[in-house]
């Protein structure tokens, strides 16, 4: 049986606001992964430059902000842009994931995505890496919930986000000394490796394969030539 295209609303308001804006929908990305112990900041930074600059080919105008925190065994990652260059990175992981099992990005897990958001939270990518020990909050980990977890996660990455932006920043993005402009927004390796654990997150592919499938499912009564119909005592309604 052949397919007929249907749209939703929600596409159409999406047109309607891209058409509006001139420009596309903005939205925030909040990753953790597991990466191979003690990574080099430019082999990270080149892996994504790279990717960025693929997806900008395509895409001039959909600029990419965010931060990246490169930590000994872990990293954090934020990303703002449209929605196709998100899922472009999504996609790219995944690609490496099955080409190359030993491939030094495993277990990324989606703590957050924000659609639509109204204003960026950085002015452009940084890339910074925590190697220092710093005396960090209480671990959260063991005497709260996911979703307590979560919160005060994100609480401290947009305070961090509103902190970078009282800092001078360099053409090249953040130095190495994050852990001294700011140890106390800094979220500890542990609550990475726990959110990375948590199966109520979701990973990259089931998350691609979820926001592809149609929500608009074609019942079997929609494909039935004739169309069904109801009879009450023996008379058709």
Not at 39 to 51: G, I, L, N, P, S
């Amino acid at each position: 049986m052949p397919k007929v295209p249907r749209g939703d609303y929600l596409h159409i308001l999406e047109e309607k606001q891209k058409l509006k804006l001139n420009k596309f929908l903005l939205h925030r990305l909040f990753l953790v992964a597991n990466i191979q112990p003690n990574m080099e900041k430019k082999e990270v930074a080149e892996y994504y430059d790279q990717a960025f600059q693929s997806i900008l080919k395509h895409h001039p105008e959909e600029a990419v902000t965010g931060l990246l925190l490169i930590y000994p065994t872990s990293m954090l990652h934020i990303i703002e842009s449209s929605d196709g260059t998100l899922q472009q990175v999504l996609s790219d992981y995944l690609g490496h994931e099955r080409k190359e099992p030993e491939f030094w990005i495993q277990k990324m897990k989606i703590i957050v995505i924000s659609h639509n958001i109204p204003t960026r939270l950085f002015m452009q990518w940084h890339v910074s890496v925590v190697r220092v020990p710093t005396v960090y909050l209480e671990d959260m980990t063991q005497s709260q919930s996911l979703q307590e977890v979560i919160t005060g996660f994100l609480t401290w990455m947009h305070k961090l986000a509103l902190h970078l932006k009282t800092l001078k920043v360099g053409a090249k993005g953040l130095d190495d000394n994050l852990h001294l402009a700011a140890p106390h927004l800094l979220p500890a390796e542990q609550i990475l490796k726990y959110l990375g654990n948590a199966e109520e997150l979701m990973d990259p592919a089931t998350f691609l394969s979820t926001y592809n499938k149609p929500i608009d499912i074609v019942l079997d009564s929609e494909v039935v030539w004739p169309a069904p119909s109801r009879f009450y005592d023996g008379k058709k309604y």
